[in-house]
């Protein structure tokens, strides 16, 4: 079965301040994807990166980071500089294969990122 | 690119009655559709997956006579609640996946329709 963890429910950071959501991941197949979404108030999900598990370079985009470990299971994911509008909750999410071809989603319980100005 | 939207974005209905949600990917092609449900404060729960064609795989638990679901085309999926109850209320999500992108799983999400049941 799969698991992803978000032990983080909620963080709360003073604008431009770094901070970093921590997600760890089980799964037995060698092969997964894994995702960050952003969710902001409005409620719609915004897909922010996809990883796929042979490949473990860092990525960065803008003030958005992420850390991907194999060996700790981890995949975190860091706001440089924190801005008012990254306000929102932030789901890691892992996709594998099933045994009925298809794959499986499974979503994190989600962090809620407060930015205060 | 990979917009999908959802109509309605809320509905306000009685008990007993029925409601149809829709789920459009705009700019790309969906085999694949899942439905979601999401409590408030909740991580998102996988209700069923939508099949272009064929009929939808539930989730365990969920009633595949009380939402019934279907993908007609490659760009359009219905959820349907059936005989809604005041627990059904919630934020329903669905999502569609790029049939180009199958292999990675990369699910894009629509904006949600918040259902009241009163």
């Known amino acids: 079965a799969q698991k992803v963890t978000q032990a983080q429910t909620e963080i709360s950071v003073v604008e431009k301040e770094d901070v970093t959501l921590d997600c760890v991941y089980e799964t037995r197949d060698t092969t997964y994807y894994l995702f960050w979404y952003k969710q902001p108030p409005s409620g719609e999900l915004v897909f922010l990166i996809r990883r796929n598990s042979f490949d473990e370079q860092n990525e960065i985009s803008g003030r958005y980071s992420w850390n991907f470990q194999k060996s700790t299971s981890s995949f975190n994911f860091t706001i440089t500089a924190s801005q008012v509008v990254d306000s929102a909750v932030y789901f890691c999410a892992l996709s594998v294969l099933s045994g009925a071809g298809s794959y499986q989603l499974t979503f994190g319980k989600g962090t809620k990122l407060s930015v205060i100005p | ?118």
């Open chain 2, 1 to 118: 690119g990979a917009v999908v939207s959802q109509h309605p974005s809320r509905v306000i209905c009685k008990s007993g009655t029925s409601v149809k949600i829709e789920c459009r990917s705009l700019d790309f092609q969906a085999t694949t559709m899942f439905w979601y449900r999401q409590f408030p404060k909740k991580s998102l729960m996988l209700m069923a997956t939508s099949n272009e064609g064929s009929k939808a795989t539930y989730e365990q638990g969920v009633e595949k006579d009380k939402f019934l679901i279907n993908h007609a085309s490659l760009t359009l999926s219905t959820l349907t609640v059936t005989s809604a109850h005041p627990e059904d209320s919630s934020f329903y999500i669905c999502s569609a996946r790029d049939r180009r992108e199958e292999s990675t799983d990369t699910q894009y999400f629509g904006p949600g329709t918040r259902l009241t049941v009163l």
